[in-house]
């Protein structure tokens, strides 16, 4: 048997960076010369298995601190209302419409704990339309894709509209 560093991903293989036993023949007849991959080193075995060790770690460390924020108690939440500016009218009527995307990059620029996950790990969902300034319960879910399958977490998340102008007189 070959040990193989993939290059590429290769179905019912492995996937690009995964280091792979595979028939003699095979890696010297196929993955090697179609270049998909090549003999693994010693030293890439070790960088292999570190770098999955500190994967593995952080997903856990994510969970873990996914599961302290959706443990968190509703008046803490209150507390840490994150602020979304926005351009409004002279009534406090929001110009366009307050997206997912707004309220996830406020959050994780505002919200300290959110600052460990991935755009991509995070979605919104808003329980109302939002056209006026003012504080606005959403719920937040965070989804973790492991190699064990995923988790889902959910807790509702404070967020306070202010218009623009406004944001700029209080920072002053």
């Known amino acids: 048997m070959a040990t193989v560093l993939l290059f590429a991903d290769a179905q019912g293989i492995g996937k690009k960076g995964d280091i792979v036993s595979v028939k003699d023949g095979y890696a010297s007849n196929f993955i090697i010369p179609k270049k998909l991959g090549r003999i693994a080193t010693g030293e890439d075995v070790k960088f292999y298995e570190t770098s999955k060790d500190e994967v593995k770690s952080k997903g856990t460390k994510k969970a873990s601190i996914a599961a302290k924020i959706a443990g968190m108690p509703q008046i803490s939440l209150v507390k840490l209302a994150v602020p979304v500016e926005v351009q409004t009218a002279s009534g406090g009527k929001v110009y366009g419409t307050i997206t997912d995307s707004m309220i996830i990059d406020s959050a994780i620029a505002n919200f300290p704990l959110l600052k460990n996950f991935d755009k991509s790990e995070l979605s919104v969902v808003l329980h109302q339309k939002i056209e006026n300034a003012g504080k606005y319960a959403v719920e937040v879910n965070i989804t973790l894709k492991e190699n ?25």
Do not use: C, M
């Open 148 to 172: 064990n399958g995923v988790q889902k977490f959910k807790f509702s998340l404070y967020v306070d509209i202010v218009s623009i102008s406004e944001a700029k007189r209080k920072s002053k």
